[in-house]
């Protein structure tokens, strides 16, 4: 099979979003199928051996010269233009400038023939679908990957809220859902959520979950914050605003106020970039001296490295009535083969592959729980009877043959 793979961007260090869509690139490469990677990183990339070619922006374009004045109006007046550009075209003028880009330079790769046109994005963007609706040639063998919900009026709560532009941008996903001959998803509960919206999608749809990444961390460096002889907990990752980690630390805290000798022997690292609660992290960092928040970007081989080494992995999801999505350092988690300690709601995809039965679970606002999860595992530390992940059920799912069996029964 010939997959022709228009994506957003393949830099690891810029997103989780491109973290996924290099490793599922890469699982691509390693199922055997023949692969044409177009990206709009704006910078010469390469994954691998692959055929990669970095989609140039359009400068020879009314819609380039309308982005940049927009631009520098803003830079100038500190007048920010574009809630109001959206609320009357839907995006910006350099959203419509980038597909126009992207599509153009997809138009003229005559010579690779696809049998399946892959669109990968990141963040809310969905820069290469809208750019694909352009090309109706492709229509026909167009795989729309979904990543997250979109718009994000169709975010459950706590992420939902009205976007300027927000009837043209379902306009536009109205037209991905019924125009992609495929669509896919991470999750088989996003795949419903965003079914319920669109219908098209559950007509469509497949899951394809992000993808484990192989990568070799045995000469990585680990920061100088990182014990490796204490109890340690780790989340990794941008810690957004509706990611709490309050009660996580109120439950840390108790735990170390109860078990005195934990205050030698334990660590709680957050390590990723944390906006909206840097302030209030760095405060508490001052408190606890066995709290670390270190609240910038690492490199992607460091964090899997730190990932590998910890005690425990940490996946904190918002306080919800239903977390669809996936997150994009599931698989990096099932990888490093450490227990995880999932804060999430009871309808949630990561609980639902990690399994009914499966034992340090909680909401993320239960301090009692989270604070009887810490010390069970801390207790099991001590004695030397922390036992690994060993999911070999979840490292399936997330690896190449699975993913190879789907695509080739497409039309099955």
Known sequence: MKILVVVESIDVNDSSGSKAN????????????????CHYTRKEIQIDSLPCYSI???KISLLYVLSRSERLFTRWTKINLNPYLESWFGFSFTFFNDTKSIASFVRKQKEFQPDLVLTLSKGASFRPHYALLQLPEFHDKWMAYVHDPFPFHFYPRPFNWIQPGYAQKEKFFRAVSQKAKYS???SQLLKEWMGSYFKDFLKTGTVIPHQISELNTENVELPSFFNTSKFSLLHAGNLLEQRNPFPLINAYQKFIETYPEAKNDSQLLFVGPAMFHEKDLSVLEKQIPTLVAACRNFPFKEIMALQEQVSVNIILESKSEISPFLPGKFPHCVSANRPILLLSPYYSETKRLLGANYPYWAEADDELKLY?????????????????????????????????????????
Do not use: M
């Open 22 to 37: 290099v490793a599922l690139i890469k699982s691509l490469a390693l199922c055997g199928f023949n692969l044409q990677v």
């Open 372 to 412: 009887e999860h810490i010390v069970a595992l801390y207790q099991k530390w001590k004695t030397k009877t922390l036992n690994n992940l060993e999911r070999e059920d979840l490292e399936q799912y997330l690896g190449n043959d699975y993913l190879k069996n789907t695509l080739l029964n497409i039309d099955k």
């Open 56 to 58: 140039p922006e359009k």
């Open 184 to 186: 896919a998803f991470p």
